[in-house]
């Protein structure tokens, strides 16, 4: 069946650093893949999206490039804020349209 | 507009016993969703709804019932509470089953079962 892979975390980076979140999927046809954030004691928030394949995705200063060819879809910042610590969830949308989760990787970022 | 609300926020339960968590919307979203989350395993979805008087299973459904009585609630129940239903709950709304339409999450409810 349809799956999201995260890289395992926590990820901990001093601020103003380079943000990588590695998402693999596997899934049937070409889903709509997502990504979460999940600020500490919140809900899951829409970060950002793309619904084919090359498609950038893009908010607040974060990135992810839909990849057909190596089935990925890894998150980006250039410069990350203390603000931006949270809980960040990779997710696919399969073709019976529910919404499939990776597993949610921490970001930690120190000032 | 408040969007999602879950009551309660966190709650304890000893096995067996039951409860209800009540999730509600302001959006005149017609989809709704009970998703749990555990430690390593991200959110699973429980059950859902596709518009008032309708439910139906997702990945997790075992121990669970739900009700979609008014548009804007949708209930999940525990009849008899057992330690593994120990989670974080998420309700989820959203327009309809698209890409196009975001699911809005409301904010938890941590549930304890000892």
């Known amino acids: 069946g349809d799956s999201v892979t995260q890289m395992e975390g926590p990820v901990t980076l001093s601020e103003e650093a380079f943000l990588t979140i590695n998402c693999t999927y596997t899934a049937t046809g070409y889903p709509s893949l997502f990504w979460y954030v999940q600020y500490p004691g919140e809900g899951l928030q829409l970060l950002l999206k793309a619904t084919k394949a090359d498609d950038k995705g893009s908010n607040k200063g974060f990135e992810a490039t839909y990849r057909k060819e190596t089935t990925s879809f890894h998150l980006e910042k250039g410069s990350v804020q203390v603000s931006d610590s949270a809980v960040y969830f990779c997710a696919l949308k399969s073709n019976t349209g529910k919404l499939i989760f990776g597993q949610g990787t921490t970001l930690q970022v120190k000032p | ?114």
Request: with cysteine; hydrophobic share 30%.
């Open chain 2, 1 to 114: 507009n408040a969007g999602v609300t879950q009551t309660p926020k966190f709650r304890v339960l000893k096995t067996g016993q039951s409860m209800t968590l009540l999730c509600a919307q302001d959006m005149n979203h017609e989809y709704m969703y009970w998703y749990r989350q555990d430690p390593g395993m991200g959110l699973r979805l429980i059950h859902y709804s596709v518009g008032e008087g309708t439910t139906a299973k997702g990945e997790v459904p075992d121990g669970y019932n739900v009700s979609r009585l008014k548009k804007q609630n949708f209930l999940l129940g525990l009849e008899s509470a057992a330690p593994s239903q120990t989670s974080v709950y998420f309700c989820a709304s959203s327009k309809g089953g698209t890409d196009t339409y975001e699911q809005y999450f409301g904010p938890g409810t941590r549930l304890t079962v000892t």
